[in-house]
């Protein structure tokens, strides 16, 4: 079946521009994650929706990053006035409700800010 | 707070050779541990987990235990294939839930023919 999938698979942005990074998730699935992965390192909590409510954003770095899934299903991660540090790529997950359900990633956004 | 170290790579190892990446973690409360893979060019996947101490999570002939006393949750496989070149990231969640994992550095392995 679909798996989740995020679009655009590469974005180059010039410094001060603003991206919009989408994920649809798997269908049905009720929790959905962001998470930012710099060169050679693993994966970073960012963001965390159950249905359309973000029930935690402890991990966005800075109020340039916002995030938001109205109708519970598609998310976009947004960056205001991006800057070289945000150049990354932007992972999405989703899982269902079961508890200790595994997350399934997308194949991520490479977002290169020059 | 919780954090996951892993051990660096790369590494390289010939076909039907032994594996083992280390990994070590320090939690506060009681963690879920998880082994990921990111294969070329794709997403990262769960390849095994085990939820409480002395658990044994295997998947496509790899392993690893949850030990406790040590803090640790290595992955071992007895014989590696070429396919087996990949990515591979430990981490770990609390709270009986996958929302924020946290996760190791990764290690690259390249399993040559």
């Known amino acids: 079946g679909a798996g989740v999938s995020q679009s655009p698979r590469y974005k180059v942005a010039k410094r001060g521009q603003d991206v919009a990074l989408r994920c649809d998730p798997i269908s049905g699935h009720v929790s959905l994650f962001w998470y930012q992965q710099a060169l050679g390192q693993g994966p970073e909590f960012l963001t965390y929706f159950q249905n359309e409510a973000q029930l935690d954003k402890s991990g966005l770095p800075s109020d340039r990053f916002f995030a938001e899934r109205p109708e519970g299903s598609v998310s976009t991660l947004k960056i205001q006035r991006t800057q070289q540090e945000d150049s990354a790529v932007y992972l999405c997950a989703s899982s269902d409700s079961s508890y200790n359900s595994p997350l399934h990633f997308g194949n991520g956004t490479r977002l290169t800010v020059t | 707070g919780n954090s996951v170290t892993q051990m660096e790579g790369p590494v390289t190892l010939s076909e039907e050779a032994f594996l083992t990446i280390n990994c070590t973690y320090t939690a506060t409360g009681y963690p879920s541990l998880f082994w990921y893979v990111q294969y070329p060019g794709e997403g990262l996947q769960l390849l095994l987990k085990a939820t409480k101490a002395d658990d044994k999570g295997s998947n496509k002939g790899f392993e690893a235990t949850y030990r406790k006393e040590t803090t640790s949750f290595h992955l071992e496989k007895g014989s590696v294939q070429v396919s087996d070149s990949a990515v591979y990231f430990c981490?770990?969640?609390?709270?009986?839930?996958?929302?924020?994992?946290?996760f190791g550095s990764g290690t690259q392995l390249t399993v040559l023919p």
């Open positions: 981490a770990l969640s609390v709270g009986g839930s996958a929302r924020q994992l946290t």
